[in-house]
């Protein structure tokens, strides 16, 4: 499909994240205050793409068959969630904190950030599972 559920990344990353700040114009902006209920009939129903992105937060993602609906209301796949974001923050601080040391090696021969990448894969696909 082609599409990054990083968004931010790529030129095709969701644009309607179903979050109330990248939906919602700033009143540094619009000079008009929004609250909770007029965001939500606001923008929820608004099919253009957020006036805010929400660069580097990560999106639930495809569905069970490899389908993907950027739409607001499509709120399973197009929420920006931390049980999303914390396994991506959580690798990326371990291959910073490896640096370049490619001598580490597992017991099966693989390199110490192949061990991580894999073990997030796997928990990343079970969470998936668990919320599809």
């Not at 999106?59 to 399973?76: E, L, M, T």
Request: net charge positive; with cysteine.
């Amino acid at each position: 499909m082609g599409v990054s559920y990083l968004v931010g990344y790529r030129p095709t990353y969701p644009k309607r994240v179903h979050h109330r700040g990248a939906s919602a114009t700033s009143y540094r902006d619009s000079k008009v205050f929004v609250g909770c209920m007029q965001s939500y009939h606001s923008w929820l129903k608004h099919n253009g793409s957020n006036p805010n992105d929400l660069v580097g937060a990560l999106v639930g993602g495809p569905g069970s068959k490899d389908q993907f609906r950027d739409s607001r209301y499509n709120f399973a796949q197009i929420e920006a969630c931390t049980y999303n974001t914390a396994p991506l923050v959580g690798i990326f601080a371990k291959l910073h904190a490896l640096g370049n040391t490619r001598s580490t090696k597992h017991s099966s021969g693989a390199t110490a950030r192949y061990c991580i990448l894999h073990n997030a894969r796997r928990r990343i696909q079970r969470t998936n599972r668990i919320h599809n």
